[in-house]
């Protein structure tokens, strides 16, 4: 096995899918998992070779043998299809694909090198940002490249952006809403909800994210402890959940140090228990904070992964970016403004029949939206299409 590739001629790999990344299989980078390994069952021969460059961003320790081994054990149908990158190897195939400009702008050579077709998603983040002259510099190193095929765009910011900069042609950009996240697993380990004043005493909100700046303004998690702050004179029984890599040491929280609780990083069967006693998500993300142009995608990955299991989505939306949630009734829209975010959630801590009316209609929402198939069949026919291609 160790010398697969190079064992194989061209004929042998015209129709296989080589997916390129920088962080997989890390199991913290649960969306990567979704979709790769919906590739992976789909494809047959497809592999993924990864750097593991971007481990860093995780504070993983543990050597890429072992992170695969974790991989494995969760996912073993993909056992055997996860390999370690080097720029030595022969990577002949069909079809190469990533997600993210930085990965597109390192790997676009790798598909140049042996002629083959390049596709890649234009998620948010990942260097991608609106305006930024190093962002549309390698935007136009990657969409210029004789091996690139197809860029898929998954918000309308970022399909309007690639047209009206002339980046990229309109036949050459699939637009598929959202993202894909692991919405099977959080339905098959759902519990059953529960309530404030009907099996629970507390008012329970949450905050999830990544850390990404110092204390993570990006995200809002200053607004967030201020809305604590605020929330915990007024309202007793409210307490709040922080999940990600924070903790009492990035914003003073010592007036609410019984009130607020720190969970660090979770994988994805953690959230299903801890979002069944979560009232509220609340993610007073900011625009163009953490660089120049950047943004982050509506709604949020951890908004979503909320949403699906029933949990009422608090969160900003500077750019205008929703286009599939009826606002008041499916997601609440919210301001980064503290006390107007007090005002919101306090009217629903008083009524929180109508919290979970929200509730309810949001979750089915998302579950429409963020449907696994719904998702991974465009990507996947696109992927079949050009894998036909010779």
Not at 192 to 213: L, M, P, S
């Amino acid at each position: 096995m160790a010398a697969f590739w190079n064992l194989l001629g061209r004929d042998d790999t015209s129709n296989r899918l080589l997916i390129l990344d920088d962080i997989f299989p890390h199991i913290l980078s649960a969306f990567r998992i979704a979709e790769y390994n919906s590739y992976l069952e789909n494809f047959g021969d497809a592999r993924v070779y990864s750097t593991a460059t971007a481990f860093c961003l995780v504070n993983e320790t543990r050597s890429f043998k072992e992170v695969v081994k974790e991989y494995e054990n969760n996912y073993p149908q993909c056992r055997g299809k996860v390999r370690k990158y080097t720029s030595r190897q022969d990577l002949r195939s069909g079809l190469v694909y990533t997600i993210f400009i930085n990965n597109a702008f390192k790997f676009v050579d790798v598909a140049e090198r042996y002629g083959s077709p390049f596709v890649f998603t234009l998620y948010p983040g990942g260097g991608f940002c609106v305006g930024e002259k190093e962002s549309d510099g390698k935007l136009r190193r990657v969409l210029s490249s004789a091996s690139f095929r197809k860029v898929i765009a998954t918000q309308q910011i970022t399909y309007d952006y690639l047209i009206d900069q002339r980046l990229c042609p309109p036949s050459q950009i699939e637009f598929i809403y959202g993202g894909v996240l692991p919405s099977p697993s959080l339905a098959s380990n759902m519990l059953d909800k529960q309530r404030f004043q009907d099996n629970k005493g507390t008012f329970d909100i949450c905050f999830v994210a990544n850390k990404q700046t110092q204390r993570g303004v990006d995200k809002g998690y200053d607004i967030f402890i201020e809305v604590a702050k605020l929330l915990s004179k007024a309202c007793m029984k409210m307490v709040f959940h922080v999940v990600g890599p924070f903790d009492a040491s990035d914003i003073d929280v010592i007036d609410i140090k019984d009130k607020i609780r720190f969970y660090g990083w979770k994988n994805t069967d953690f959230f299903p228990e801890f979002y069944a006693n979560i009232d509220i998500i609340l993610s007073p993300n900011r625009h163009f904070v953490l660089a120049q142009g950047s943004f982050d995608g509506f709604p949020t990955g951890s908004c979503v992964e909320a949403g699906l299991c029933g949990v009422a989505v608090f969160c900003t939306d500077p750019l205008k970016q929703n286009i599939m949630f009826q606002e008041e009734e499916e997601i609440i829209i919210i301001p980064p403004i503290a006390q107007e975010i007090c005002d919101r959630i306090h009217y629903f801590y008083h009524r929180p029949e109508d919290l979970y009316r929200l509730s309810s209609q949001g979750q089915q929402a998302f579950r429409k939206v963020f449907d696994l198939s719904r998702q991974m069949q465009p990507r996947i026919d696109i992927l079949s299409g050009l894998l036909k291609i010779k």
